[in-house]
C-alpha cells in the first residue's frame, strides 16, 4: 500500500470551503415559519369588543411540502392526500390542512421524502474538531460546513476529535439509512506508538474479538517506505472509536489517524480544514453501493 500524503497542503479545487466560521451552524434557511410572537393581540369591532386572533400555526401545508419535494404539484397532493398515500410520523394523514412541523417524517408510498435537494458536501477534518452536530463541544464540524449550504446536511459516521481526513455529509435520508445499514469502507493512514508486529498483523487480518465483538477489517499492510509503525487500513465502519479499540486490544497505542478515502471519494485537491460539494458522477456512484 503506498504511503498517503496527509500533510493538507495544496490549492484549493474552484468549488472549495471558505474559511472556518466559529459559533455557527448549518441550519440554513428552513421551510418552517413561525408567526410573530410579538403581533397585535386583536382589533376592535364596530362594537367595541375584542376580537380574539386566531392561533398561530407552525409548520408547512402538508400539501407544499410534498410539492417541495419534488414529487407533484400542490393540486396533485391534494388528491394523494385524500386517497391515504402519505403519512406523517407513521400515521395516515387525511387533512388537507395538515402543517408539517420541523422534524416530522413524511413519507410518500413508503418512502420518506424531504423538500430540500438531496446535497452531498466532502470535508477534510482537520485535528481537534469535533465530530459531533452538538453546540456545546466547542468547534465541531458543523462549523466547517456551515457556509456550504442552506440544507440541513448531517455527517455519516464519524472521526474522533484527533483523527483527521475525509468526513462525509448530506441530507439524503435514504443514503444515510443504507450507508449505516450496509456500512461503507473507509481507507486510514494509522500511525502507532511503535512497530507493529508481523503476528498481531496477522491477527487483525483474521478477525480480533474486542470486549466480545468481532472486529474485521478488509485490507491491512504496512505503509510503503515507512516505518512498520504506519499502516494502511481499510474497514466498513462508521464508528469513531473501533480503530482504537482494536489496536489497544493489542498493546498498542494510536498516535494518528487519518481517512484517506469513503469509497470512491478521495483527498485530491482537498486541503485539510475544506470542503467541497460532490459532483453528479461521484453522487452516481453510490448507488453501487
Known amino acids: ?170 441530507n439524503d435520508d435514504d443514503l444515510m439509512q443504507k450507508l449505516h445499514k450496509k456500512g461503507m469502507s473507509r481507507l486510514f493512514h494509522v500511525e502507532l506508538d511503535k512497530n507493529l508486529k508481523g503476528e498481531d498483523l496477522q491477527k487483525i487480518v483474521e478477525g480480533v474479538s474486542v470486549n466480545g465483538k468481532m472486529i474485521t477489517v478488509e485490507e491491512i499492510s504496512y505503509v510503503d517506505n515507512a516505518p512498520k509503525r504506519e499502516v494502511g487500513l481499510k474497514i466498513k465502519n462508521l464508528g469513531n472509536s473501533v480503530i482504537r479499540d482494536l489496536f489497544e486490544h493489542l498493546n498498542y497505542q494510536v498516535v494518528r489517524v487519518d481517512c484517506v478515502t469513503i469509497g470512491h471519494l478521495t483527498k485530491k485537491d482537498l486541503p485539510r480544514g475544506r470542503w467541497r460539494m460532490l459532483t453528479q458522477d461521484e453522487i452516481e456512484l453510490f448507488s453501487m453501493f
Open 1 to 170: 500500500m503506498s504511503r498517503r500524503d496527509t500533510s493538507g497542503k495544496g490549492k484549493a479545487s474552484g468549488r472549495g470551503g471558505e474559511n472556518v466560521r466559529k459559533g455557527s451552524s448549518a441550519r440554513g434557511n428552513a421551510p418552517f415559519k413561525r408567526e410573530n410572537p410579538n403581533a397585535p393581540a386583536g382589533r376592535q369591532n364596530k362594537a367595541g369588543t375584542t376580537k380574539k386572533p386566531s392561533a398561530p400555526k407552525e409548520g408547512i401545508r402538508l400539501n407544499k411540502y410534498i410539492s417541495n419535494s419534488g414529487i407533484c404539484s400542490r393540486r396533485e397532493a391534494d388528491t394523494y392526500i385524500a386517497t391515504g398515500l402519505v403519512t406523517v410520523n407513521g400515521k395516515i394523514v387525511n387533512e388537507m390542512g395538515f402543517q408539517v412541523k420541523s422534524g416530522d417524517e413524511v413519507k410518500f408510498d413508503g418512502r420518506r421524502i424531504n423538500p430540500e435537494p438531496a446535497t452531498y458536501v466532502l470535508l477534510n477534518k482537520p485535528k481537534s474538531v469535533a465530530s459531533t452536530t452538538s453546540e456545546s463541544k466547542g468547534l465541531t464540524v458543523m462549523d466547517l460546513v456551515s457556509n456550504a449550504t442552506s440544507a440541513k446536511i448531517k455527517p455519516v459516521g464519524r472521526l474522533g476529535r484527533n483523527a483527521t481526513g475525509l468526513l462525509l455529509f448530506t
